[in-house]
């Protein structure tokens, strides 16, 4: 076998052992990613449960206070004066204003909603933030620890050729001065 193929084949090792610290680090980085999301999905879960229960809770205020302004409306009716247009028109203020207050609710609970989907971590942004810089930190290292072997291997090589050669030669002068 010849001295480079010898090279080559110490080469391939390392390479391939590259390639298996990289492979577990990817799969431990994929791990912490699956776990952050699932637990992104909780927090998720969890908020859109409180925003339903808070809009439920506002329906049902917002049902009572205009079955109370009905039962009113239905008193005015009863009632037969003169002030009877006035009141029907408080009535219909009072009902447009509290239109406004149930629609400025919804919008109020929906902004939150989207707020928090905005602000959840997904797969696909975590990595970047949370992994990224471990995992190129140790391919680093690990790059840089075969380039060390590699170069100790090399040297340690051309030490020995140049060892066998010595020998060589003092082989040669032995054998055509000592004679």
């Known amino acids: 076998m010849s001295i480079k193929s010898k090279k080559l084949k110490i080469t391939r090792i390392h390479s391939d052992r590259k390639i298996m610290l990289t492979k577990e680090t990817i799969d431990e980085a994929r791990v912490r990613i699956e776990n ?5 999905v909780k927090v998720i879960a969890q908020a859109s449960s409180t925003a ?24 005015v009716s009863n009632i037969k004066s003169s002030d009877d247009h006035d009141l029907l028109v408080r009535l219909d203020e009072k009902l447009v204003g509290l239109k406004e207050d149930i629609g ?3 919008s109020g609970y929906s902004l939150k909603i989207k707020d928090l989907e905005n602000e959840k971590l997904n797969t696909r942004d975590s990595y970047p933030v949370l992994y990224r810089k471990g995992v190129e930190d140790k391919l680093e290292d690990h790059e840089n620890r075969i380039r060390v072997n590699t170069d100790k291997i090399t040297k340690l090589w051309t030490w020995g050729i140049a060892l066998i050669f010595l020998l060589g030669v003092i082989e040669f002068l032995i054998t055509k001065f000592v004679k």
């Open 36 to 40: 952050s999301a699932a637990e992104a």
């Open 104 to 106: 400025k609710l919804n």
């Open 52 to 75: 339903a229960t808070t809009l439920s809770s506002a329906a049902t205020d917002a049902t009572k206070t205009i079955a109370m302004a009905a039962a009113e409306a239905l008193k």
